[in-house]
């Protein structure tokens, strides 16, 4: 019986997933910690303007980023207002869509490069699962050193229990 298994489009949790093969597979399994507020603005902007042409569209995605933060007084003091040039809003409608879009370069480059591992990645957002037979050191040091490589922080480690 597989390991590992993949949604199929329609799935429901009254739907069986349809298995992605045969024998057993181990997971390497990963959150990248603090990922929403480390995506930098300038290269999430040039990743949109790869896929967007509309000029309005990325402008308000920008202001939208570029919005201040206004903290809570805390014992009497005032609010704070804050704005980042790195981040997506933490709860925002937008922001696992532009973690999508920021981290699409990892989907390809991983489908390019990894084949000697025949491993499947399945992605969202900021959590990501690596499926394959043997997860090696090689395919452990290829995975994070292309995360760790400047563009995010993470915290990933294989799953004991796969």
Known sequence: MPAGFSRTFGATPCKPLRPIGRGAWR??????????????????????????????????????????????????????????????????????????????????????AVQWAKAKLVRYADDFVVLARYVSPRLRDWLEGKLEGGWVGDQPGEDPRA
Request: hydrophobic letters at 40%; charged letters at 25%; a positive charge.
């Open 27 to 112: 997971r390497y399994e990963a959150d990248l910690a603090g990922y929403f507020d480390s995506i930098p603005h300038d290269k999430l902007i040039a990743c949109l303007r790869m896929r967007v042409v509309d000029g309005s569209v990325l402008g308000l995605i920008r202001q939208w980023l570029k919005a201040p933060v206004v903290e809570s007084p805390k014992d009497g003091k005032p609010p704070t207002v804050q704005r980042n040039d790195r981040g997506t809003p933490q709860g925002g409608v937008l922001s696992p869509l532009l973690a999508n879009v920021y981290l699409h370069w990892f989907d390809h480059v991983f489908h390019r």
